[in-house]
């Protein structure tokens, strides 16, 4: 309604309706973004492509450590247990976490297993590496790594015997490259330090 003097004057009622109209068209465009396929293209996805193990006898109470870096240099150990892609499922300290408590009562888990999960492949090289963190018998180890692809089915790609005899020693076992049809190739085990520790020269 126009007053004297030139001016216009609106309801208050009708500013409170395009105010609310307002913070509602914004919603709907955030809603959008938020739910746009297109968004979520980065997401990781959980399911797992390949699994590398790492197992030791059980009577055994050393404490070897699985180390697997990907083709971006990204590493994954006890210290950083995810790493883009990769993921350590189980730090198997020897005897030191062997018993698990369940409904109240103590169970002795006995094998000796650490795991690394590669959820998602990129191209080129994977190295994985083993690194005698605590040595508690005087006897050497024999140590069985073994690659599976389990995407759409599990399937063994690597397996390997290693024997390692003292502590802070740290050895590439396998550097490989996984390929789109399920293969790995380029396979070598060129000595390269994934730790941060200097204590054992790799040759």
Do not use: C
Not at 72 to 96: F, P, T
Not at 102 to 115: A, C, D, K, T
Not at 138 to 164: A, D, G, H, Y
């Amino acid at each position: 309604m126009r007053y004297p003097g030139g001016g216009y004057r609106t309801d208050p009622f009708v500013d409170l309706l395009f105010n609310a109209l307002l913070g509602f068209t914004l919603l709907f465009f955030v809603t959008l973004v938020y739910f746009n396929p297109e968004a979520r293209t980065g997401k990781v996805n959980l399911k797992a492509e390949y699994i590398i193990s790492v197992t030791w006898p059980e009577n055994r109470t050393d404490d070897i450590d699985l180390w697997v870096r990907d083709p971006l240099g990204k590493v994954v150990s006890y210290i950083e247990k995810d790493a883009g892609w990769l993921h350590l499922d189980r730090d198997d300290q020897g005897s030191v976490n062997d018993t698990v408590l369940i409904e109240g009562q103590e169970v002795i888990y006995p094998i000796n297993q650490e795991l690394v999960t590669l959820r998602g492949l990129i191209d080129g090289e994977y190295t994985v590496n083993l690194y005698y963190y605590e040595k508690r018998d005087p006897e050497p180890i024999e140590i069985l790594v073994k690659i599976e692809r389990i995407n759409p089915s599990v399937e063994t790609v690597f397996v390997k015997k290693v024997s390692m005899s003292r502590v802070d020693e740290e050895i590439t076992v396998v550097r490989f490259t996984p390929t789109r049809d399920g293969r790995i190739v380029n396979i070598n085990n060129r000595q390269l330090r994934l730790t941060p520790y200097l204590l054992d020269p790799l040759l």
